[in-house]
């Protein structure tokens, strides 16, 4: 059977055409990326909003808990019913998926920031954009990003499923191998989003750790800073 | 009696935590280990319970070689009382004294009692038995922490900080309790600090530890403030070591005179006082609860006992020169107030006779060298 | 619940209980298993990044790609639930491997130092110290984890075993959305009523958060009294408090 699965992906043709695997592979990236940035529309200003302002909390929790328990399966075959569409059922479903992870990475990267620097940032003479914008979101931004890591992994396995609903991406392959008793299609699917996945995943923790504030790593080597430091202080004797 | 015998600590990153301390705790001495922070002496106090073993030389407790002894089963036997007292969150107070008795294989029902007994001891209220430590305040559960470590009866009991979280007015209770509980009990006790002025109120010695890991001096209280061997211990023991050796004399030929007192109870109809006096207003109990002139009487009937100016820090009969000097300089009527151990009022000491006390003691103390034994290891010093 | 999954009562039970079998047994087992994997490794450097890396990529692995390789790898019937079961406690370990990590992480490390310095030997500070204190998170993550258990489940219906899942397929089939939201309706209660248990039997193991109040202690007081009547100065307090 492994030995067949590798013959497939083998085989140049099966990966050319409009149901080739690299089509197949843009669709499931396309589907995933599209209702992540939904998500994020949604859930990153009203993070920003209840993490800075600090309202709506308990909500927050209760949202994220509730919208966990919703089945995407459910939720995306009860819409194609009701509407009637093909894209816009799944890509909802994906979205309920993608919303609790962004905002709850969003809004506890802004809570979880020292509310000393906060006010300092305020006695300075910031203003409330400026302090969100210059210090609260740099410093929330790993937070925000391992929502996004989280969020990605969900509505990457879950796109999936979308196949069920007759669209493509990967899942096509796990729906038509069942359908067809071609268990080696249904492995490929398994193995491809699989890949997807951990490739995805990987990628964000990398991102993740780029954006720790204070590593410099986001930063471009500010050169005259560096010579008028230089300037100032003498490089020390060596002692 | 703990012994260290050449003993070193490394570090795996190569600092040394102790360097060659060889050094002798008299079986019920009160010893305590001070210096700044990095100096060895919490490192040095943590390999008496094995929590950290020392990487090269020798100690031991009670004629016993602890490396050959199960740490669990040492710990057991040596009280240790922490920082922030290290309660367990989810054990009420009792449970949390019974813990070592528990450990110890003791029924639990035993262990409460006996808990129960060892909270009484250390001055807490029965009523906190069944609270969780969250419930009670710094300074009541340093006292949990310290009936904890005293609840299993251990001879040896290590104090590490112990006050140092707490604010100075029940520092100032624990610390007395403490040597309170010292007299009756006679454990061997090491205690760790940064702050010189606890070291010497507390302890009958007092070993200075240097940068290094380094022992700078291991003397009585008193030969440390009044001849520190080398110039690190006077750097530590600081500029005011001329006063503060003024807590080893003692002001007992001080005399007590009486003063002119008013009642609080009836306060508001008293006599008034002439122009420049001050009276000193007692409760009940005969307990002192400010000083009154006639500015302040004039504000009594407007703002009551709040009128009152505060009374300055109290001494006690058996005093010492610097008790009665900080009283009569905190206090306003420039006399200080002598109180018996109730805190009933016994008079007031008079500034002149403080000062004439003083003298007469300069004159007498240049010559006491050779009485306290001065036992530093001599190679620490350098 | 609409009117569709009281009149099909018949057919929605078996549902509902085979979706709890397959919720509830594979929460139950993995956090058996994950604690005591978390207690030995947590100290152990190396074993426990091993542990980390290993249960992201178990988590990373897609719902359904699990179902459908399983029988590959057990040598089990692509219908058997033994799939799903094996899937979700999969699943589960691994969230509740790392959330137990954490929440032994968050036990204040002077309370486990103090607890060694007293002479607490490990195993028995990892068992009546530091796992008593990671209840409180140790509950919060299996909250979360019992939820996505029970959502999970559903997607097990497209290879014929998913619990109620099994109202979505065949809604779906039929064209018939009152069956699918008879099948969230039910998810969602099944979610929240899972939920609720496991807070509270989180709140029953952690009396120290629950029985914070002077009057709670006040009863504790009153009730050791009793249990040590031979301490006559306790007996003295309790009357003194009423």
Redesign the interface.
């Known amino acids: 059977?492994l030995a067949d699965l590798a013959a497939y992906l083998g085989d140049g043709t099966n990966w050319a055409g409009s149901t080739g695997i690299l089509n197949r592979l843009v669709e499931h990236v396309g589907y995933s990326a599209l209702a992540l940035l939904v998500g994020a529309v949604i859930a990153v200003p009203l993070g920003l909003a209840i993490g800075h302002t600090g309202r709506g909390e308990g909500i927050i929790v209760g949202l994220a808990?509730?919208m966990?328990?919703?089945?995407?399966?459910?939720?995306m075959?009860?819409l194609?019913?009701?509407m009637s569409s093909t894209l816009i059922p799944p890509i909802t479903a994906l979205v309920a998926l993608a919303v609790p992870p962004l905002l709850a990475g969003v809004y506890a990267g802004i809570a979880n920031v020292d509310r000393s620097v906060v006010d300092a940032a305020r006695a300075m003479g910031m203003t409330e954009w400026q302090i969100l914008l210059r210090v609260e979101l740099p410093n929330a931004l790993p937070l925000i990003v391992g929502g996004l890591r989280g969020a990605t992994?969900q509505v990457?396995?879950?796109a999936?499923?979308a196949a069920?609903?007759n669209l493509g991406g990967l899942?096509r392959y796990?729906?038509d191998g069942?359908a067809l008793y071609d268990?080696t299609r249904?492995?490929l699917?398994?193995?491809l989003?699989?890949a997807l996945?951990?490739v995805l995943?990987g990628l964000l923790a990398l991102v993740v750790k780029l954006v720790q504030p204070g590593t410099g790593r986001m930063t471009v080597r500010d050169t005259g800073l560096q010579a008028a430091i230089d300037d100032r202080a003498p490089a020390a004797p060596t002692a | 009696m703990i012994t260290f015998d050449h003993v070193t600590k490394r570090f795996p990153d190569g600092t040394v935590g102790v360097d060659d301390l060889s050094l002798e705790i008299e079986q019920g001495s009160f010893t305590v280990f001070v210096g700044p922070s990095g100096c060895g002496k919490t490192t040095s106090m943590r390999m008496i319970n094995r929590m950290i073993d020392p990487t090269e030389g020798t100690i031991t407790v009670g004629g016993r070689d602890i490396s050959t002894v199960r740490p669990t089963e040492l710990r057991l036997g040596i009280g240790y009382v922490i920082q922030n007292a290290g309660l367990m969150p989810h054990r009420t107070v009792v449970d949390n004294v019974a813990t070592v008795l528990v450990l110890q294989g003791v029924t639990k029902r035993k262990a409460r009692i006996t808990a129960l007994e060892a909270m009484e001891r250390v001055g807490l209220d029965l009523r906190m038995a069944t609270r969780y430590p969250a419930q009670l305040s710094g300074g009541q559960q340093q006292r949990v922490g310290v009936a904890r470590a005293l609840a299993a009866d251990p001879p040896v009991l290590l104090m590490d900080e112990p006050f140092s979280a707490v604010d100075p007015v029940v520092r100032d209770d624990l610390q007395r309790e403490m040597l309170r509980l010292q007299s009756e009990l006679s454990k061997t006790i090491v205690f760790v600090t940064h702050d010189i002025d606890e070291a010497i109120r507390l302890g009958d010695r007092v070993a200075v530890f240097g940068t290094g890991g380094v022992l700078q001096q291991l003397d009585t209280a008193e030969a440390v403030l009044t001849r520190p061997a080398n110039p690190f211990v006077t750097n530590l023991v600081g500029r005011d070591r001329g006063f503060r050796s003024l807590s080893f004399q003692s002001a007992t030929q001080v005399p007590v005179h009486d003063v002119e007192t008013l009642p609080l109870a009836g306060l508001g109809s008293a006599p008034a006082l002439a122009p420049h006096a001050w009276a000193l207003v007692v409760d009940g109990d005969r307990r002192p609860v400010g000083w009154l002139n006639a500015t302040r009487q004039a504000l009594v009937g407007e703002r009551g006992e709040a009128a009152l100016a505060p009374l300055g820090s109290l001494s006690t009969p058996s005093r010492t020169l610097r008790q009665s000097l900080d009283a009569v300089l905190s206090s306003p009527s420039e006399r200080g107030v002598v109180v018996d151990d109730d805190g009933a009022l016994l008079g007031v000491v008079e500034a002149n006779d403080v000062l004439a006390a003083l003298s007469a003691q300069r004159g007498s103390t240049t010559d006491d060298a050779g009485v306290l034994g001065a036992t530093a290891t001599q190679d620490a010093l350098s | 619940m609409n009117l569709w999954g009281i009149r099909n009562w018949e057919a929605v039970q078996p549902l509902l209980v085979q979706h709890l079998y397959l919720s509830v047994v594979p929460t139950l087992i993995g956090v058996v298993v994950a604690i005591p994997i978390g207690l030995l490794l947590r100290d152990r450097r190396r074993a426990r990044t091993v542990a980390v890396v290993l249960s992201s990529a178990i988590f990373t692995i897609p719902s359904l790609a699990l179902f459908v390789v399983l029988p590959l790898l057990l040598g089990t019937r692509v219908l058997d639930p033994i799939n799903v079961v094996v899937a979700l406690t999969l699943y589960t370990v691994a969230l509740s491997v790392r959330t137990t990590f954490e929440a032994l992480d968050a036990v204040p490390a002077a309370t486990r130092e103090a607890a060694t310095a007293v002479g607490y030997s490990s195993w028995r500070r990892a068992t009546a110290v530091d796992l008593p204190l990671a209840i409180p998170v140790l509950t919060a993550g299996t909250r979360v984890v019992a939820v996505t258990n029970v959502s999970m489940v559903s997607v097990g219906a497209v290879i014929g075993i998913g619990g109620l899942g099994q109202l979505f397929t065949t809604g779906y089939q039929r064209d018939f959305p009152e069956q699918i939201l008879t099948g969230l309706v039910l998810i969602l209660l099944v979610a929240i009523v899972f939920d609720r248990i496991i807070a509270l039997v989180g709140r029953a193991f952690t009396p120290w958060i629950r029985g914070a109040s002077l009057r709670a202690s006040e009863r504790r007081l009153r009730a050791l009294a009793q249990a040590l009547p031979e301490v006559g100065r306790l007996r003295e307090v309790v009357s003194g408090a009423r």
């Open positions: 059977m808990n509730t966990r328990a919703l089945p995407s399966l459910g939720l075959t009860f194609v019913l009701l992994l990457v396995a879950t999936t499923i069920f609903v899942g796990i729906f069942l268990y249904v492995l699917g398994a193995l989003v699989t996945a951990l995943d």
